[in-house]
């Protein structure tokens, strides 16, 4: 076969949309990408843009197959290194079994050699078959992520019909149940706040409580403001403060995420929580559930009837949370695996892989 392998060029994005689509959208559930959601993530406004790490495979006139490579950085016990990042891996289903997906991965290994990246990260899904072509090429699983799900709203859920639907009714229920039951009560005086687009203060008192994580992002303000604050409006975050006479001793994060599937070309929205903190010395109070409580609120006024939360499997405060509020909750939903690439990287991989502290999920490797 003629197949073209070459980096990203101007005027591809359309190709790419299009090739996603089709081997993700047309036969199960996805997270769609739109024009927008695409320029924002992969674009020029992103930090560290780096183009040539987008690999192309073209046959035909067509772009048949993709992987974006992105860099940034993260913490792995106290120490920082350049990573870089593996998603929207795609190939065309017509062409599956071609050795492209193959080609590209070990291109885009070469991208990162040229760059000086120390690790490269990706997230698999644990019962799929791609997990087997990435540990050929080099890379280890790592660690696990687990899942929670809930149903805020019957009426929500009914009005946004997802095949989920049907669901919603024993959710709700069941999340009624749970919360009524165990839920904590905080008997401070905690006052919420949805933040603006000034949400310094609140990223360092996060970073301030992240740093006991064994791995997590470090958000500086380019990246926290990327990220979270210039958000295409279909995906927008919403980032909420708890305080007490003035301080922020708490909060979180909510990113909405429309779902498709089944080439229906209907969206699903749906609320993600993606970063939940509490002061450590205002831990074990209740606080948790009231802020979580207070996301859920926000989300249901907004017009959506269910709320995802990803975490690490470890991580046994955040698991008893959301099982307390009533989440539905599945194990080993997620596998993160990682390749060492620098020599430095090399040397301290042993110390990484398999390391039963508790991670901060890299989201982006999640395609959020």
Known sequence: MDLIFRTYKEGDASGILKNYFAAFCKSRICQPSTPEFWEWKYGPTRPNYAPEG???????????????????????????YKVAGIDD?????????RGIGKRLMENAIKFMEE?????????????????????????????????GAKALSIRNAIANFTPGTPLAIPLRLYGCYKTRRRMKKYK??????????????????????YQSLYSFNEFDQKYWNWY?????????????????NGKIIAGGVITKEPLMGFNTKRWWPLYLLTELFIDKAYRGRGIGSYVLGQLERI?????????????????????????????IYVNKTGLLMMKPISARAKKVFKKIEGKKYVWKVPWEQMGY
């Open 115 to 147: 760059q000086d990246v120390d690790l490269s990260i990706l997230a698999a899904d644990p019962r799929g078959h791609a997990k087997k072509i990435y540990w050929r090429i080099g890379y280890k699983y790592t660690t696990f992520l687990s899942t």
């Open 89 to 97: 891996v795609a190939t065309c289903p017509l062409l599956e079994k």
């Open 228 to 244: 979270y604050v210039e958000r295409p409006k279909l995906y927008k975050s919403v980032v909420v403060a708890a305080k007490e």
């Open 299 to 327: 989300a249901k006024q907004r017009g959506v009837g269910v709320m995802l939360a990803h975490f690490h499997g470890r991580h046994e405060a955040f698991r008893t949370l959301v099982k307390r509020m009533g989440y």
């Open 188 to 209: 401070g005086n905690l006052k919420f706040e949805i933040l603006g687009k000034n949400q310094d203060e609140f990223r360092n008192k996060l970073n301030e409580n």
């Open 54 to 80: 987008y690999q192309i495979c073209e046959y035909k006139g067509k772009i048949v197959g993709t992987i974006m490579s992105t860099l940034r950085t993260m913490k792995f016990n106290g120490e920082v």
